[in-house]
């Protein structure tokens, strides 16, 4: 089963993603921050993350730098923010982000993304 994990301080958009994707066949974890989502990757790495880019402890564009300088399986990762600005965008893409979606989002497009990314054909 395809596990992802979703990286929000936000209990209820963390709530919303994780209600949509295991609707759509995958295993869902979730951390409240960068330093948590890294624990936890470093554990066992997931097939993707799902990040917020602003959070207490380490924000989202510092975990990705993080986890990408770690020595293993790197996985893709979408960034989701309130951040709309072509600029945010970037420095998301430059941290090591393979995508960026503005918040809201909606369910299909969430399940959309989620699929090319994953390589999954059941979203």
Do not use: C, W
Request: hydrophobic share 45%; charged share 25%.
């Amino acid at each position: 089963m395809t596990r992802i994990l979703i990286v929000d301080d936000a209990a209820t958009v963390r709530r919303y993603h994780r209600t949509i994707l295991e609707g759509a066949g995958y295993l869902v974890e979730e951390a409240v921050n960068g330093v948590e989502a890294l624990e936890k990757a470093l554990k066992q790495p997931f097939a993707l993350y799902l990040v917020d880019v602003n959070m207490p402890k380490l924000d989202g564009y510092g975990f990705l730098r993080e986890l990408r300088g770690q020595d293993l399986a790197q996985a893709p990762a979408i960034m989701i923010s309130t951040e709309a600005a072509h600029g945010d965008r970037q420095q998301a893409y430059a941290a090591g982000a393979n995508d960026y979606l503005v918040k809201p989002v909606r369910p299909e497009q969430l399940r959309l993304h989620v699929k090319l990314l994953a390589g999954d054909a059941r979203a």
